[in-house]
């Protein structure tokens, strides 16, 4: 009797999860939109341990512009897109920290070169 408890509390939870709203809902642009979106971000934290000579700045603003709009818009769209949402706030992490090396790499270097040595 009591093997048969485990393998009940199993197919209630997979039915729970695995329904028809649940299927219905992966087959639409709604999950598949922020899925394959989540790129953006895995390349930029991808990108975090490269050179920071290989950023742009003016991607790294535009990309950061394009997840705030966008994480406006999913929050805009009825139902609430809380995928699409996480997908932009993941990336504007992502491109804040690019940013912030970009600006260190662009910037803080060339103000050190400015303040001479203590030595001389």
Request: charged share 10%; net charge positive; hydrophobic share 40%.
């Amino acid at each position: 009797m009591s093997g048969n408890i485990p393998g009940a509390a199993s197919r209630s939870i997979i039915s729970q999860y695995i329904n028809k709203q649940t299927l219905k809902y992966v087959f639409t642009t709604h999950f598949w939109g922020p899925v394959s979106n989540f790129g953006i971000p895995i390349a930029a934290i991808y990108d975090l341990k490269k050179d920071p000579n290989l950023i742009s700045g003016p991607m790294t603003f535009a990309l950061l512009v394009y997840s705030g709009v966008f994480m406006k818009y999913a929050l805009a769209v009825t139902p609430k897109n809380y995928l699409l949402f996480g997908c932009h706030v993941v990336n504007s992490f992502a491109q804040a920290g690019q940013g912030y090396r970009f600006i260190l790499n662009n910037y803080e270097k060339s103000k050190d070169a400015l303040i001479p040595p203590k030595n001389a």
